[in-house]
């Protein structure tokens, strides 16, 4: 069985399918299809191959969201990553990364890491390329800083753009001037 249907045959064991959100669980979106994804780096250190696949949220800006998908070297398991605007808590990439020592030019491996999260919505501007530090945008405003770690040791972190004292600051700047 090639890849892209094993893939699929466990999205659909794993998820249940159309736009019903059952107990707070994802819906699979088969209708979409599943596009393979090209990351030879990201695959050599995982073992995985990659995929973009549409899942049903039921939240409303996000009611329909592309998802990376991930399918292990065994071929029996499955990882998603998902859009950081959406959530943190489906970040089975950045997950299976942490703690890998690269081996490779770490700045291609985060722009490889970059172009799969735009692939599926994340607007991302380089701070420090080399460093592998960027900026999450949230239309025109710095939502968060996408950090991964070093070139020893990769360790996905995304913090706020603003410390909290500074948010108020700047809110507070703008009614009084």
Known sequence: MDDKKRTEELLLIRYPQ????????????????LEMLSAPMIEKLTGMKF???????????????????????????IVLQCNPMFSDEYSGLADTLKGKETGVDFSKLCEECVQMLRKIGSVLTPIDHFKGEYQIWRGDREWRKLK????????IDSTPSYSKTGFWQKLKSRFNA
């Open 18 to 33: 159309g736009e019903l959100k059952l107990g707070g669980r994802f819906c699979y979106f088969k209708q979409s299809g």
């Open 51 to 77: 995929f973009i696949g549409t899942f049903f949220t039921g939240h409303n800006h996000f009611t329909f969201t592309p998802m990376i998908i991930g399918l292990t070297a065994d071929k029996l398991e």
């Open 148 to 155: 991964f770690g070093s070139p020893e040791s990769i360790d």
